[in-house]
């Protein structure tokens, strides 16, 4: 049983692009959250997605946004990317029947860098 | 707003001695807690959950946690810690609904020989 994969593993970008990052969650989940994690800090949630749509984000501008696709597998895209952009994007999953909360399982994480 | 606290940003134990790692949060109700661990460069693994009923929960590798009401506090426990121990923990929080986990900080743990 497959966990939650994510890709690319790393990434080098520079100021002002726009990246993307993929996941798939965890066999039998439906529900995708993204969170940042900055060096030497805990992950900050950026958003949540179920059924497709966004569900709930935390303090993020606009220039992060996302997708679920109807396989649950979640798209994070970042726009206009700033050096403060650099870090360690993790992709957790879950079940959520009925939308409410349960555990959430993590993948590797992407390896964001902003030159 | 949910919150985790963590106090101890380093902690440094021998092999084989006991090792706590507190953690604090503050909250409204009762949330879901969670203990998770994280080596250098990789994602984060659960090590254990507590939801509601005992408040003493077990984990993978040999890991407790007491979940104290009264203090708002989720201390992780192990009796006898190994040099593969080495790594961060993180305590998150889980209010409910759609808002993600809240994380504390983190406490590196280092493991003297």
């Known amino acids: 049983d497959a966990g939650v994969t994510q890709s690319p593993t790393h990434l080098i970008k520079t100021r002002g692009q726009q990246v993307t990052l993929r996941c798939s969650p965890k066999s039998g989940h439906d529900t995708v959250s993204w969170y940042q994690q900055a060096l030497g800090q805990g992950p900050q949630f950026i958003f949540q997605y179920y059924e497709e749509e966004e569900r709930q984000r935390g303090n993020f501008p606009d220039r992060f946004s996302g997708h679920q696709f109807p396989n649950y597998s979640s798209e994070l895209n970042v726009n206009a990317l700033l050096l403060g952009d650099s870090a360690l994007y993790l992709c957790?999953?879950?079940?959520?029947?009925?939308?409410?909360?349960?555990?959430?399982?993590f993948g590797p994480g992407t390896r964001l860098t902003v030159l | 707003a949910q919150s985790v606290t963590q106090p101890d940003i380093h902690i440094t134990v021998s092999e084989g001695a006991s090792l706590e790692l507190r953690c604090n949060y503050s909250?409204?109700?009762?949330?879901?807690l969670f203990w998770y661990v994280q080596s250098p460069g990789q994602g984060l693994q659960l090590l254990l959950k507590y939801f509601s009923g005992d408040t003493l929960v077990q984990g993978i590798k040999g890991f407790e946690a007491e979940f104290k009401r009264s203090q708002s506090s989720f201390n992780l426990r192990k009796p006898s810690v190994h040099w593969s121990d080495a790594a961060e923990y993180f305590c998150a929080v889980d209010g409910g609904g759609a808002d993600g986990l809240t994380f504390g900080k983190g406490t590196h743990l280092i493991i003297q020989p």
């Open positions: 957790a999953s879950s079940f959520l029947p009925g939308g409410g909360s349960d555990t959430q399982y």
């Open positions: 909250y409204g109700a009762t949330p879901y």
